[in-house]
């Protein structure tokens, strides 16, 4: 089994709806992340948790929140989408210490 | 000026070459240093990481680490089709991690 798990993994939504991307992980890691790659952007920071209690902003937090419910579980939740947060979302987590991340599968994410 | 630059490619080569993906870096606070490849609809995975200044080899691939220019360069010998991918450069430090763009590469058999 994979050890971050990223549901749903395509998902296509209209302008202004609420949605929810969801993320497990089994490497018992404290850090957890969420980022958003685009064509010649690259990955951007959106939010990360450090442990169940830590929530912090990346570079692009507007327009996005999270929820860590559990060590092992963050989600990610778009309350009003707009046609500009399409986009490859991925989640990723790290242990303590470390400066690696390991990353889910991702979720393809297409607002009309 | 970006944190990170990365040449997107794509770089096409053909089985056997030596590859040689490149970063250049501007905040010289960061001390970690890592390369991720990305396949087509997958996550990237972490193929090496360094820490300073300095080479690092893991079978085929050499990560190196020049801090006094702020650039970091991956090589890829014997290259086959399956290293076909994007290479994502990562500077890290301080509780902060920037990512290159990505290097699209091509090995044709």
């Known amino acids: 089994d994979a050890d971050v798990t990223q549901t749903p993994r395509n998902r296509i939504t209209k302008t202004g709806k609420r949605i929810m991307l969801e993320c497990s992980q089994t490497?018992?890691?404290?850090?957890m992340y969420w980022y958003r790659q685009d064509p010649g952007l690259g990955l951007r920071l959106i939010y990360y948790?450090?442990?169940?209690?830590?929530?912090n902003k990346g570079e692009i937090s507007d327009g996005y929140s999270v929820s860590r419910q559990a060590q092992a579980k963050f989600s990610l939740s778009l309350e009003s989408a707009i046609p500009n947060q399409t986009a490859l979302y991925f989640c990723?987590?790290?242990?303590?210490?470390?400066?690696?991340?390991?990353f889910g599968p991702g979720t393809r994410l297409l607002v009309l | 000026q970006k944190e990170v630059e990365q040449d997107p490619g794509p770089l096409s080569v053909p089985e056997g070459a030596i590859v040689s993906l490149n970063c250049t870096y501007s905040?010289?606070?960061?001390?970690?240093f890592m390369w991720y490849r990305q396949y087509s609809r997958k996550g990237p995975e972490l193929l090496m990481y360094?820490?300073?200044?300095g080479n690092k080899e893991d079978g085929r691939f050499t990560a190196q680490v020049d801090k006094s220019s702020k650039y970091i360069s991956l090589f890829i010998r014997d290259s086959q089709p399956s290293d076909s991918a994007t290479y994502l450069c990562?500077?890290?430090?301080?509780?902060?991690?920037?990512f290159g763009a990505g290097t699209r590469l091509f090995v044709k058999a």
């Open positions: 990723a987590t790290g242990a303590q210490g470390q400066e690696t991340q390991y």
């Open positions: 490497k018992g890691h404290d850090r």
């Open positions: 948790s450090f442990d169940v209690k830590d929530i």
């Open positions: 905040n010289s606070a960061f001390q970690y």
């Open positions: 360094t820490y300073s200044s």
């Open positions: 990562a500077i890290a430090g301080g509780f902060k991690t920037i």
